[in-house]
């Protein structure tokens, strides 16, 4: 049978191999005859066609050339502009319409092309993947083995050569690390089912997930599913298929050390921590506790780790988990969150007082606490859907959470204007839709999907448009970089008087600059004696532009300007 099997694969990749064939041999002549035609055209340059390469018009990439912003390279903490990838939506290297490891080693440029003098590539200091595992989902979410790269993905092999090329331009890379659930298809949901229908409570795997048993009172509040063959349910509070892990049996523990060993043996620089505040569901004591005992003994042998957990929930959760490991910020976050608020025409020094709280709230809680900022992710609608990018909220909204304090996160398509919400299908697949490359990427929508319309130019088309937000989000991140202090250092919240122009000051290893913001249609002039000794305009971004005369900055509307 399987003789048989291989022969018919065999044939079919023949067929296939020799459809693509005939398909090349069409289209040759076509192309040639085309370059022939238009020999002119910049936007379609053909390398093979093209022997005179120095005179010859290079591709349209807007290339940043202010002096003042090329040759930064990160410092070597953790306050990095990082780039959340729904890995199965961002770039399909083997035409089966699902991102994998290969597609993003083969976008490494867009993201960080390791020349911090090119003004070329997005130049983003650190990745989140999400999780990578094999897991029967699209999301990989629910993991059947922590050791084994999803087969859609990649292999072991495809992971350290993305790791050694993060490393070789200076990205840190995470991992997604969901371990409060695995797969029902887990080893070790398999075991633990064996274990209850053999009815042994000497099994190992016994007491490895969350039950409890017929005829006992169900813990309140959380869900639970029978168990075929057994007198018992198990905890899924998520879903059925994402049965939880039991944290009070040791065993359970000593394997989630395991996991993030290996990887971290590998090259690994850190962890995303999915579902944080669930591991002891209801019970944050438990929870906290948890985790600084897990990230204690992780952080004694790999002191550089950098992690970042999702504890979905106001500041005064977060703040009890900030002593075991950093927490993405969900109060600044979203359409209703101080970022967005703040980007319409908002009171900036309302925001800037509010991180300057927050900040001396979780200073020293940790080796490496800091602020960790977004505007969206893969759990929430698309950014450009409430923050318009025709009218500049969506520009300003960048500015005021990248020119900032801590490690802010940009959600993969965030800075081409992707669009995609939960919809009336009430799908989160809508809101991981396809990276839109406009050049013949093969990635597809997930299964599942809904979203009726996406933005019309890719990063191939923005990348050669010097007004895009593309090109927009590139120079933020240049000018963060150019300035470390913007990231870094003593936080000291401003506002402007009799207007929303507000910022902060912020002093790093003896450098302070000044970052305001205008949100407001119109220019506002501001004295900027009245903050320091500041006589030089480093930068400005914005639908605006920004002069320095003495101390009288004018600030354009909707822009940013960074003094020193
Ligand atoms: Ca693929
Ligand atoms: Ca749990």
Known sequence: MKAIQKSVCALLVIMLLSLCCACGQKTDPSSNLAATEAPQEPEAPQETEAPQETEAPQPGEYVITDPNLLGSVPAPDNARVFYEIFVGSFSDSNYNGIGDLRGIINRFDYLNDGDPDSGKSLGIEGIWLTPIFSSPSYHKYDVADYYKIDPQFGTQEDLDELIALCHARDVKLILDLPINHTARSNEWFGNFTSAHRNDDPTDPFYDFYCYYKQGEQAPAGRTFSALSGTDIYYECNFDGGMPELNFENPAVREECLKIARYYLDRGVDGFRFDAAKY??????????????????????????????????????????????????????????????????????????????????????????????????????????????????????????????????????????????????????????????????????????????????????QQKTDADSLYTYYKKLIMIRKANPAIARGAYKSVSVKGSNAGGFISTYEGKTVLVLHNTSK?????????????????????LGTAELSGTTLTLGGQTSAVLG
């Not at 709280?357 to 929430?380: E, Q």
């Not at 506002?524 to 009245?530: A, E, H, M, P, Y």
């Open 279 to 460: 591991v002891y569901f209801g019970d944050h004591d438990a929870s906290v506790a948890y985790w600084q005992e897990y990230l204690d003994t992780l952080r004694a042998e790999y002191p550089e780790m950098y992690t970042v957990a999702e504890v979905w929930d106001g500041d005064g959760i977060t703040d009890r988990y900030y002593p075991a490991t950093n927490c993405f910020n969900f109060t600044t976050s979203q359409s209703g969150g101080l970022f967005a608020v703040a980007a319409k025409a908002g009171n900036v020094g309302k925001l800037t007082q509010y991180i300057e709280k927050y900040l001396a709230a979780v200073a020293g809680t940790n080796s490496d606490a800091m602020f960790v900022p977004f505007i969206a992710n893969h759990d929430t609608d698309r950014a450009a859907g409430f923050l318009s990018v025709d009218n500049g909220d969506m520009q300003m909204a960048a500015n005021l959470y990248i020119l900032g304090p801590g490690s802010p996160f940009i959600y993969y398509g965030e800075e081409l204007g992707m669009r995609g919400s939960r919809g009336g299908a009430n799908t989160d697949a809508n809101r991981r839709l396809a990276m839109v490359w406009g050049d013949g990427d093969t990635v597809k929508n997930p299964v599942g999907s809904t979203y009726p319309s996406q933005i019309e130019n890719g990063a191939e």
């Open 522 to 542: 119109t220019a506002q002039t501001i004295d900027v004696s009245l903050f320091g000794d500041f006589t030089e305009l480093r930068a400005f971004i914005g």
